[in-house]
């Protein structure tokens, strides 16, 4: 099984900065796209943001010019890094990755078990 532990989640201040991480663990063969997603109270689930096997990346035009998302492919392990976070980004963040356990499985998609990130004085 994969598993994907998640940890950096915390209260701040609006004006602050966090960094998630992701790390995916277990019987991996390779992956494909990580991401993060955030679900607020009452909200549907959205795209944050992902980063390919090769660097590529996308952002949500809410998070763009303040989020930085990364990937170390050695260590399976993929960041977040928010800078002047608002009130807005409260929500629980979760962790997606899309992996084959292995090189004749499928492709799967994979998620943790969130992590909470509150931002207010």
């Known amino acids: 099984q994969v598993q994907l532990v998640e940890s950096g989640g915390g209260l701040v201040q609006p004006g602050g900065s966090l960094r998630l991480s992701c790390a995916a663990s277990?019987?991996?063969?390779?992956?494909?796209?990580m991401g993060w997603y955030r679900q607020a109270p009452g909200q549907q689930r959205k795209l944050v943001a992902y980063?390919?096997?090769?660097?590529?990346?996308y952002y949500a035009d809410s998070v763009k010019g303040r989020f930085t998302i990364s990937r170390d492919n050695a260590n399976n392990t993929m960041y977040l890094q928010m800078n002047s976070l608002k009130p807005e980004d409260t929500a629980v963040y979760y962790c997606?990755?899309?992996?084959?356990?292995?090189?004749?499985?499928?492709?799967?998609?994979?998620w943790g078990q969130g992590t909470q990130v509150t931002v207010s004085s």
């Open positions: 997606n990755v899309e992996a084959r356990r292995y090189a004749w499985s499928s492709w799967d998609d994979y």
């Open positions: 277990g019987r991996i063969f390779s992956i494909n796209r």
């Open positions: 980063i390919t096997s090769g660097g590529s990346t």
